[in-house]
């Protein structure tokens, strides 16, 4: 299977971005999140989703600006980004995995080391004053 990433960019603080991450390839995707890296820190979860359900999660940081969401028809997950600041800027990467029973709880892991599952190519945010 596949992650496709796409739309990242650069943007002024306040700007607002939507990324997506396409998936081909797989049977089920039981739950997908987002997460970032910034220059020379950890890639740490931003937001997940439970694709069946819908529910979704979001780290302290970016909860209000940040909203995950899907398009089960076209098999996409998206991160609309909003109220973008500099802190955003970083390599945001998209992610699938977990089973019918337990998501990971990525919203709060400060690193992605031990989480499996299936990534996508990073896309680039930046935000500039």
């Known amino acids: 299977g596949r992650l496709v990433v796409s739309g990242g960019g650069s943007v002024q603080v306040g700007g607002s971005l939507r990324l997506s991450c396409a998936a081909s390839?797989?049977?089920?995707?039981?739950?997908m999140g987002w997460f970032r890296q910034a220059p020379g820190k950890e890639r740490e979860g931003v937001a997940s989703?439970?694709?069946?359900?819908?529910?979704?999660y979001y780290a302290d940081s970016v909860k209000g600006r940040f909203t995950i969401s899907q398009d089960n028809a076209k098999k996409t997950l998206y991160l609309q980004i909003d109220s973008l600041q500099p802190e955003d800027t970083a390599v945001y990467y998209c992610w699938a995995g977990g089973n019918r029973f337990s998501c990971p709880d990525i919203a709060t892991m400060t690193t992605f080391r031990g989480v499996n599952g299936y990534w996508g190519q990073g896309t680039q945010v930046t935000v500039s004053i």
């Open positions: 390839g797989y049977d089920r995707t039981y739950c």
């Open positions: 989703m439970y694709t069946g359900s819908g529910s979704t």
